[in-house]
């Protein structure tokens, strides 16, 4: 399994972003996929995942803000970010789990590489 994350860059606060995470593997649509980032200086966390039905979560501090999604035909994962502030900047990484749970409690399967989001007040 392979996970490639893209979209990062430089917004300004308020700005949008939106993050893909193509995944390759037969089986990566029976898995939950989900977002983690590391702000520098902090440990990573949690930021949101869909399960393989698509069940969601997310952390308290991006609901009404972030939406993830994914397009099971193209596994491909999305994290919509809007009304981002500075306090979102960070590397943001996809990830695999074997559940939504597991996801949440950050016991990951497979590591995507980060896509580094600076939003600038």
């Known amino acids: 399994v392979q996970l490639q994350a893209s979209g990062g860059g430089p917004v300004q606060a308020g700005g949008s972003l939106r993050l893909s995470c193509a995944a390759s593997?037969?089986?990566?649509?029976?898995?939950?996929l989900g977002w983690f980032r590391q702000a520098p200086g902090k440990e990573r966390e949690f930021v949101a995942a869909?399960?393989?039905?698509?069940?969601?979560v997310y952390q308290d501090s991006v609901k009404g803000r972030f939406t993830i999604s994914r397009d099971y035909a193209n596994k491909t994962l999305y994290l919509q970010m809007n009304s981002l502030k500075p306090d979102d900047t960070a590397v943001y990484y996809c990830?695999?789990?074997?559940?939504?749970?597991?996801?949440?409690?950050?016991?990951?399967?497979?590591w995507g590489q980060g896509t580094l989001v600076t939003v600038s007040s």
């Open positions: 990830a695999m789990g074997n559940g939504l749970g597991m996801i949440v409690a950050g016991r990951v399967r497979h």
């Open positions: 593997g037969r089986s990566v649509n029976s898995y939950a």
């Open positions: 869909s399960s393989w039905k698509g069940e969601l």
